[in-house]
């Protein structure tokens, strides 16, 4: 069993840690301030290759890992603990990979190379305003019409709803949907990468609306109502009945690469905690690490922390061995309960290692001087939802542990 | 123990004039150019010169080489500046000898003994003390030795024949405004602190009431553009008799550019930033509190403002 | 036209911890190619994308710090890379590496630059160029933040040192020293990270060229302690600065830095 990263895989993390120091360290409050990511930075980073990082080389990827992409949404993270730049980042790898993974050549061929280059973001598109959890609810219909699918429906809580109007080609969403029925159930489910607007053109049927979010305000989130939006067959993913599985197959890398923004982002604030402790000091010149009330404290969180990183990348290297390796050495279904492990523990470290920086900031802590409480509100929005809230995952552990057959209330 | 060191300046003649004479034995020097060896003379009992041009490595090296034919020295001293490394590498390597750079200290005593040295490593955080064997070639950091007065009495002054340049050489010397840094007794330097162009005026400010040079660390001349010249190990190597950092956090390459200086001030409002370790005074609080509080005590008391 | 680039890894001295009696812990400071180096390497390959150029680098030292330092060049953009065998490659005196250097140059030449950081990073580079210069008796430009080549055997390079701006032509084969100010370095992508996995580094032996590789034998190795008075004053608000202020300048006039 090997703990340490490879060559490559250190070299690759160093070289994502050299660009956001460079180009997103400095900005990142700024970002955060004004509510953006500057366009540029966005197709800078595609220019050094860091969105569809595990996506096939002939698609326009890197031909790399998840483990890999992990690594560098974690490095971004540390540079950026608001998140924004990140989760634009998680989003446009893992959401590209289940493109490569399910969808149709033809649709692969379109759009993951202008989402490797950073002129594209292709995102998830599954919550409505009725429920996110509950998948098998969902009330977006796609009904065949020929050749095409029109769809009718609404999303909300969606990221990246902003930018896909505002990007070189434009960009959409792994839409999730009923086929023909919005009758309740997950076997009657279709997705779709539905683009609103593409090659710089609006797509009719596409009414998007802007939320204003408490924290990660670099990141836009909305939602949209589908109006007979037409969506060709070819940009089906995967068989009709099958989308619900394909999605949670789809979220469990979105998970991973979740649960690593918020240890990214937690790591700096343990950092910046580490420095408050050494330097800070009370009581006749003593620094406050020298109080075990403290320092005790710190040991626990960065326990955590390291517990919640190991979750994080040995899911990401079971997700490696089952979906880029052949042949695989493990099913889909084995991630679920690993997956579910790293995105219950990232985002809850992340949020008990905040609280307790602040703590230790005291007042200054709560001034928007020390910017700790933007990672901590960036980090937050894990701790609500996206990507499957705390409660699914506790939920997914419980129930293949436990026993589907005692914990299961989906019949 | 036969000494002879290279000075392109009185500063640099007068530093390695000491560091010599610690050594005991027979120092000379080697300078470029007539005018300097007139004021060498008083230094050194003997001078070497030639006409040279605009600085250029491989000649002024060549002509130096000259001098050591001559003079045939144990040890030869150079400054520890861009141009003395240059000149100290393509000597020593044409030579065939030992060197060792950033020496802080030298001890040679006559005849065959070893030439001890202590030079700074590690970007200035160690010391590494060092037995060489002469003949040896050393560079000596700013401020390692103190400038010496005239020693009464004038050396003896000698043309070497220097090649010409061996590439063109276009010079275009620094535009500052006012005293320069390497030459002021006083220097205020601005730091990552001082948020905007037009806030560098605080640190003129006080460089100017206190009749001294004003400068910044690396990053707000290299990044943002706000200066010509910085203080650190790759741009100007400073030791003033007062060095004021104002949000100086203290990076180990900037600070071994000031390390040389008599005094260490610094005023930044992060209480763990590294400079306050290295220092002698110091404020923790916000420079822009604390340097108008400054001027108006140095305003009142008659510094020019 | 053909470049080799001298690199080198150096610690990352922002890192160096001591132990209790000052001897630096090396073993745990990390190592990384230098800025300086990274940015000779980043004209090199500017001069071969806009001229075509083969662009090699060489090492001396068989650490796998080293090892990595050639791979990370070939991820910027080298084509060549030459590693000098030697062991403890930390403690080798700088006239050893320059001679190494050159003679590599020698036997995988002829090259028409040879460049090499400057300054900054590890305080032996700096003489390290000029050596290599001096003992392949080729011209020197050394510390530039401007290069070019500005013809057929002719090279430009400006150096900002400390009274000035110096611009140098020279004819090639020629060694220029790059600061850490000349450009910005690109960062290698995963792609080019991984197809440098697969390059070959050639190794070479120091007895085979002709190089008697010395090591600096200190007689002691400590933390630089810097005896200053470390006399802090606080000022939390105006009137803590206004006293403050006072009572250091009252310390300066006495220490008789203030006029």
């Given at each position: 069993m090997d703990f340490l990263l490879s060559e490559d895989e250190r070299r690759f993390q160093e070289s994502v840690s050299e660009f956001a120091k460079r180009y997103i360290e400095p900005a990142w409050i700024d970002m955060d301030e004004k509510g953006r990511i500057p366009l540029e930075l966005i197709k800078r980073m595609g220019d050094q290759g860091l969105f569809a990082i595990p996506v096939p080389e002939k698609y326009g990827g890197m031909g790399g890992t998840v483990l890999m992409a992990a690594l560098a949404i974690e490095e971004i993270a540390y540079h950026e603990p608001a998140v924004a730049v990140a989760v634009y980042a998680l989003l446009n790898n893992g959401w590209p990979l289940a493109l490569s993974l399910f969808g149709s050549e033809a649709a692969k061929q379109e759009i993951l190379p202008k989402v490797a280059s950073g002129d594209a973001f292709f995102g998830i598109g599954s919550t409505e305003p009725q429920g996110?959890?509950?998948?098998?609810?969902?009330?977006t219909v796609a009904r065949r019409s020929g050749n095409k699918w029109v769809v009718n429906g609404e999303k909300a809580y969606i990221s990246g709803v902003r930018e896909i109007q505002e990007l070189p080609a434009g960009g959409g969403f792994f839409l999730v949907s009923k086929a023909e029925s919005a009758e309740y159930g997950h076997r009657s489910m279709v997705d779709f990468a539905l683009l609103p607007r593409w090659n710089g053109k609006m797509r009719d049927g596409w009414r998007p609306t802007i939320y204003e979010d408490i924290g990660r305000h670099g990141l836009s989130t909305g939602g949209f109502k589908l109006e007979d939006f037409e969506v060709e067959d070819d940009f089906r993913i995967g068989d009709v009945g099958r989308g619900f599985y394909l999605l949670m197959e789809g979220f469990n890398v979105a998970r991973i690469l979740v649960a690593a923004a918020t240890i990214g982002s937690a790591r700096w604030a343990l950092d910046r905690g580490a420095e408050w402790l050494r330097s800070r000091k009370l009581f006749q010149g003593r620094p406050i690490a020298s109080f075990e009330g403290i320092s005790f404290r710190f040991a626990e969180l960065y326990a955590e922390l390291e517990a919640a990183r190991y979750f994080v990348y040995r899911a990401a290297w079971m997700f490696d061995k089952t979906y880029?390796?052949?042949?695989?050495?493990?099913?889909?279904?084995?991630l679920n309960v690993p997956v579910a492990l790293a995105k219950m523990k990232g985002p809850e470290t992340a949020t008990r290692i905040y609280e307790e920086v602040l703590k230790w900031l005291g007042a200054y802590g709560y001034t928007k001087e020390s910017a700790v409480y933007r990672g901590w509100l960036g980090t937050f929005s894990y701790m609500i939802g996206a990507e499957g809230t705390q409660n699914i995952m506790r939920y997914i552990v419980a129930r293949d542990v436990i026993g589907s057959e005692y914990v299961s209330h989906t019949g | 123990m036969r000494v002879l060191a290279y000075a392109d300046s009185g500063s640099w003649a007068a530093q390695l004039a000491s560091a010599a004479d610690a050594q005991g034995g027979d120092a000379a020097v080697f300078v470029p150019g007539r005018e300097l060896a007139e004021a060498a003379a008083d230094l050194y009992p003997e001078v070497y010169f030639s006409e040279l041009g605009?600085?250029?490595p491989v000649s002024y090296s060549a002509a130096f080489s000259e001098a050591a034919r001559s003079f045939k020295p144990d040890l030869a001293l150079f400054p520890c500046t861009n141009k003395g490394r240059s000149i100290a590498g393509l000597y020593s390597s044409a030579a065939g000898i030992r060197s060792a750079t950033d020496a802080i200290s030298l001890s040679a005593r006559a005849g065959d003994s070893p030439i001890t040295v202590r030079r700074l490593v590690y970007g200035g955080r160690a010391e590494a003390e060092f037995r060489m064997n002469a003949p040896a070639a050393v560079c000596m950091a700013q401020g390692s030795y103190p400038e010496r007065g005239p020693r009464g009495g004038r050396g003896g002054i000698h043309e070497v024949r220097a090649p010409g340049p061996a590439s063109s050489v276009d010079f275009r010397p620094r535009r500052g405004e006012g005293v320069q840094p390497d030459e002021a007794d006083v220097v205020v330097v601005a730091g990552r602190g001082i948020r905007s162009r037009e806030d560098l005026e605080l640190v003129k400010g006080l460089a100017r009431a206190l009749g001294g040079a004003w400068s910044v660390t690396r990053p707000l001349a290299a990044?943002?553009?706000?200066?010509d010249s910085w203080i650190g190990i790759s741009g100007l190597v400073v030791s003033p008799k007062l060095y004021i950092g104002v949000g100086v956090s203290g990076q180990p390459h900037h600070v071994m550019g000031a390390r040389g200086s008599r005094i260490i001030v610094a005023i930044n409002k992060d209480p763990g930033a590294p400079i306050f370790e290295e220092c002698d005074y110091g404020i923790v609080g916000d420079l822009y509190v604390v340097v108008p509080e400054l001027l108006k005590l140095l305003g009142g008391k008659g510094g020019g403002r | 036209m053909k470049l080799l680039v001298a690199v080198k890894p150096t610690f990352d001295i922002g890192q160096l911890k001591f132990e209790?009696?000052?001897?630096?812990m090396l073993d745990a400071c990390p190592v990384s190619l230098g800025e300086a180096d990274k940015c000779a390497l980043e004209e090199a390959v500017r001069i071969k994308e806009r001229l075509g150029a083969t662009v090699a680098a060489a090492t001396v030292g068989s650490s796998e710090a080293h090892y990595k330092a050639i791979r990370d060049s070939y991820a910027m953009g080298a084509d060549e890379g030459y590693l000098v065998k030697a062991d403890d490659p930390w403690r080798l005196d700088a006239l050893s590496v320059a001679s190494a250097i050159a003679r590599v140059a020698e036997v995988t030449g002829p090259y028409d630059l040879v460049l090499a950081g400057s300054g900054a990073g590890d305080t032996h580079a700096s003489v390290t160029g000029p050596m290599i210069a001096g003992i392949l008796g080729i011209p020197l430009i050394a510390g530039v933040d401007r290069l070019e080549i500005?013809?057929?055997g002719a090279v430009t390079g400006t150096c900002k040192l400390e009274d000035g701006s110096y611009t140098y032509e020279a004819r090639t084969p020629a060694v220029v020293t790059v600061t850490s100010e000349a450009n910005a370095p690109r960062i290698p992508n995963l792609r080019a990270i991984l197809r440098s996995k697969g390059m070959r580094i050639r190794e070479m032996d120091a007895g085979e060229l002709g190089v008697d590789l010395r090591r600096l034998e200190p007689l002691r190795v400590g933390r630089y302690e810097v005896k200053r008075k470390g006399v802090i004053y606080k000022a939390e608000d105006q009137k803590g600065a206004a006293e403050a202020s006072a009572s250091l300048l009252a310390a300066l006039r006495s220490e008789g830095v203030l006029s």
């Open positions: 996110g959890s509950d998948v098998a609810g969902a009330k880029l390796e052949n042949p695989p050495r493990f099913k889909p279904r084995d | 605009p600085f250029e990044d943002q553009g706000w200066a | 209790k009696d000052g001897t630096p500005t013809g057929p």
